[in-house]
């Protein structure tokens, strides 16, 4: 059984989310939501989370996974948001608890923030199958980017998230904390070894240049075949040679203060205070 899945693109953070249903019932997993924010003023928004839950009500679907990709940089999870108002279990990779780890140091979260990922709902391990109604998902682990990221294949489908974009633009960057160009490149060939007609959807595009249209739907094959950094038969060396360059020229993603210290709770802000006040840290020379 191969899902029907819908995309929803959000421009401020170039990030696709996914509603992804079992073709033969209503029940359906949302991959990789955003919830918007205003890193001027320091306001969240929900209007992207909205459109997916009039998109689901409308069709009647019931969501059974809220599924996170990795811990983002780029944007804010609406994984709560979406819980709060069409249910589901908020899932991850178990090698959240390394991030948590790393960036509870970075933003001084002291003991009270858990480092065991208990504030997700799943902890995902290589290997790991999943259901979204009679639809069987498979978890693949594929670090680099980050040392949690996960790839979810659900039928003929793979959500690779930030590991692989579309070919003419080619793969994930590798200097955050925990990233490697080398566990990219094993990760990367992990994928490509699913069969070639394999849908891949990418959690981010930026329109290649040449390209004038966004795009996030590709397949196993043209990965193979054309992937600017690994396809060709490109190899180890020369990736992690061109990875390692392209990423010393990269400014850090707009949102990824508070995105990390966000996404490291499942989505959810960092306590309030006395008064009901919630604050996000900004650490000076950490990353």
Not at 96 to 124: A, C, M, P, W, Y
Not at 162 to 174: I, K, S, Y
Request: some cysteine; proline content about 5%; charged content about 25%.
């Amino acid at each position: 059984m191969n899902p029907e899945v819908t995309a929803f693109f959000d421009e401020a953070t170039n990030t696709i989310s996914y509603v992804v249903r079992d073709p033969n019932g209503s029940s359906c997993a949302i991959i990789d939501s955003v919830l918007d924010f205003d890193y001027s003023s320091g306001r969240t928004d929900t209007k992207s989370a909205d459109e997916i839950i009039a998109f689901v009500k409308d069709k009647g679907y019931s969501v059974e996974w809220l599924l996170e990709s990795h811990v983002h940089a780029d944007h804010l999870s609406a994984a709560p948001y979406l819980q709060q108002h069409l249910g589901g279990k908020i899932g991850i990779g178990d090698r959240i608890k390394i991030v948590q780890d790393t960036f509870g140091k970075v933003f001084n979260e002291g003991t009270e923030f858990q480092r065991d990922g208990s504030q997700f709902d799943k902890l995902f391990q290589e290997g790991d199958s999943f259901h979204i109604g009679q639809l069987r998902g498979d978890v693949l682990h594929t670090p680099g980017h980050t040392p949690a990221c996960l790839t979810y294949v659900i039928g003929d489908a793979a959500f690779v998230g930030d590991t692989l974009f579309m070919p003419d633009f080619g793969t994930a960057r590798c200097d955050f904390p925990g990233g490697s160009s080398e566990t990219l490149y094993e990760s990367v060939q992990k994928i490509l070894t699913l069969p070639d007609e394999t849908r891949i959807f990418v959690g981010h595009d930026y329109k290649a240049p040449g390209r004038d249209v966004y795009a996030w739907e590709t397949t196993v094959g043209e990965q193979k075949a054309k992937n600017v950094h690994v396809g060709a038969g490109k190899s180890k060396d020369e990736f992690v040679k061109m990875r390692d360059t392209r990423d010393a020229t990269l400014a850090m993603p707009k949102l990824i203060i508070p995105s990390l210290q966000v996404n490291m709770r499942a989505g959810q802000m960092p306590p309030a205070d006395e008064k009901g006040d919630v604050f996000l840290k900004v650490p000076v020379n950490k990353l």
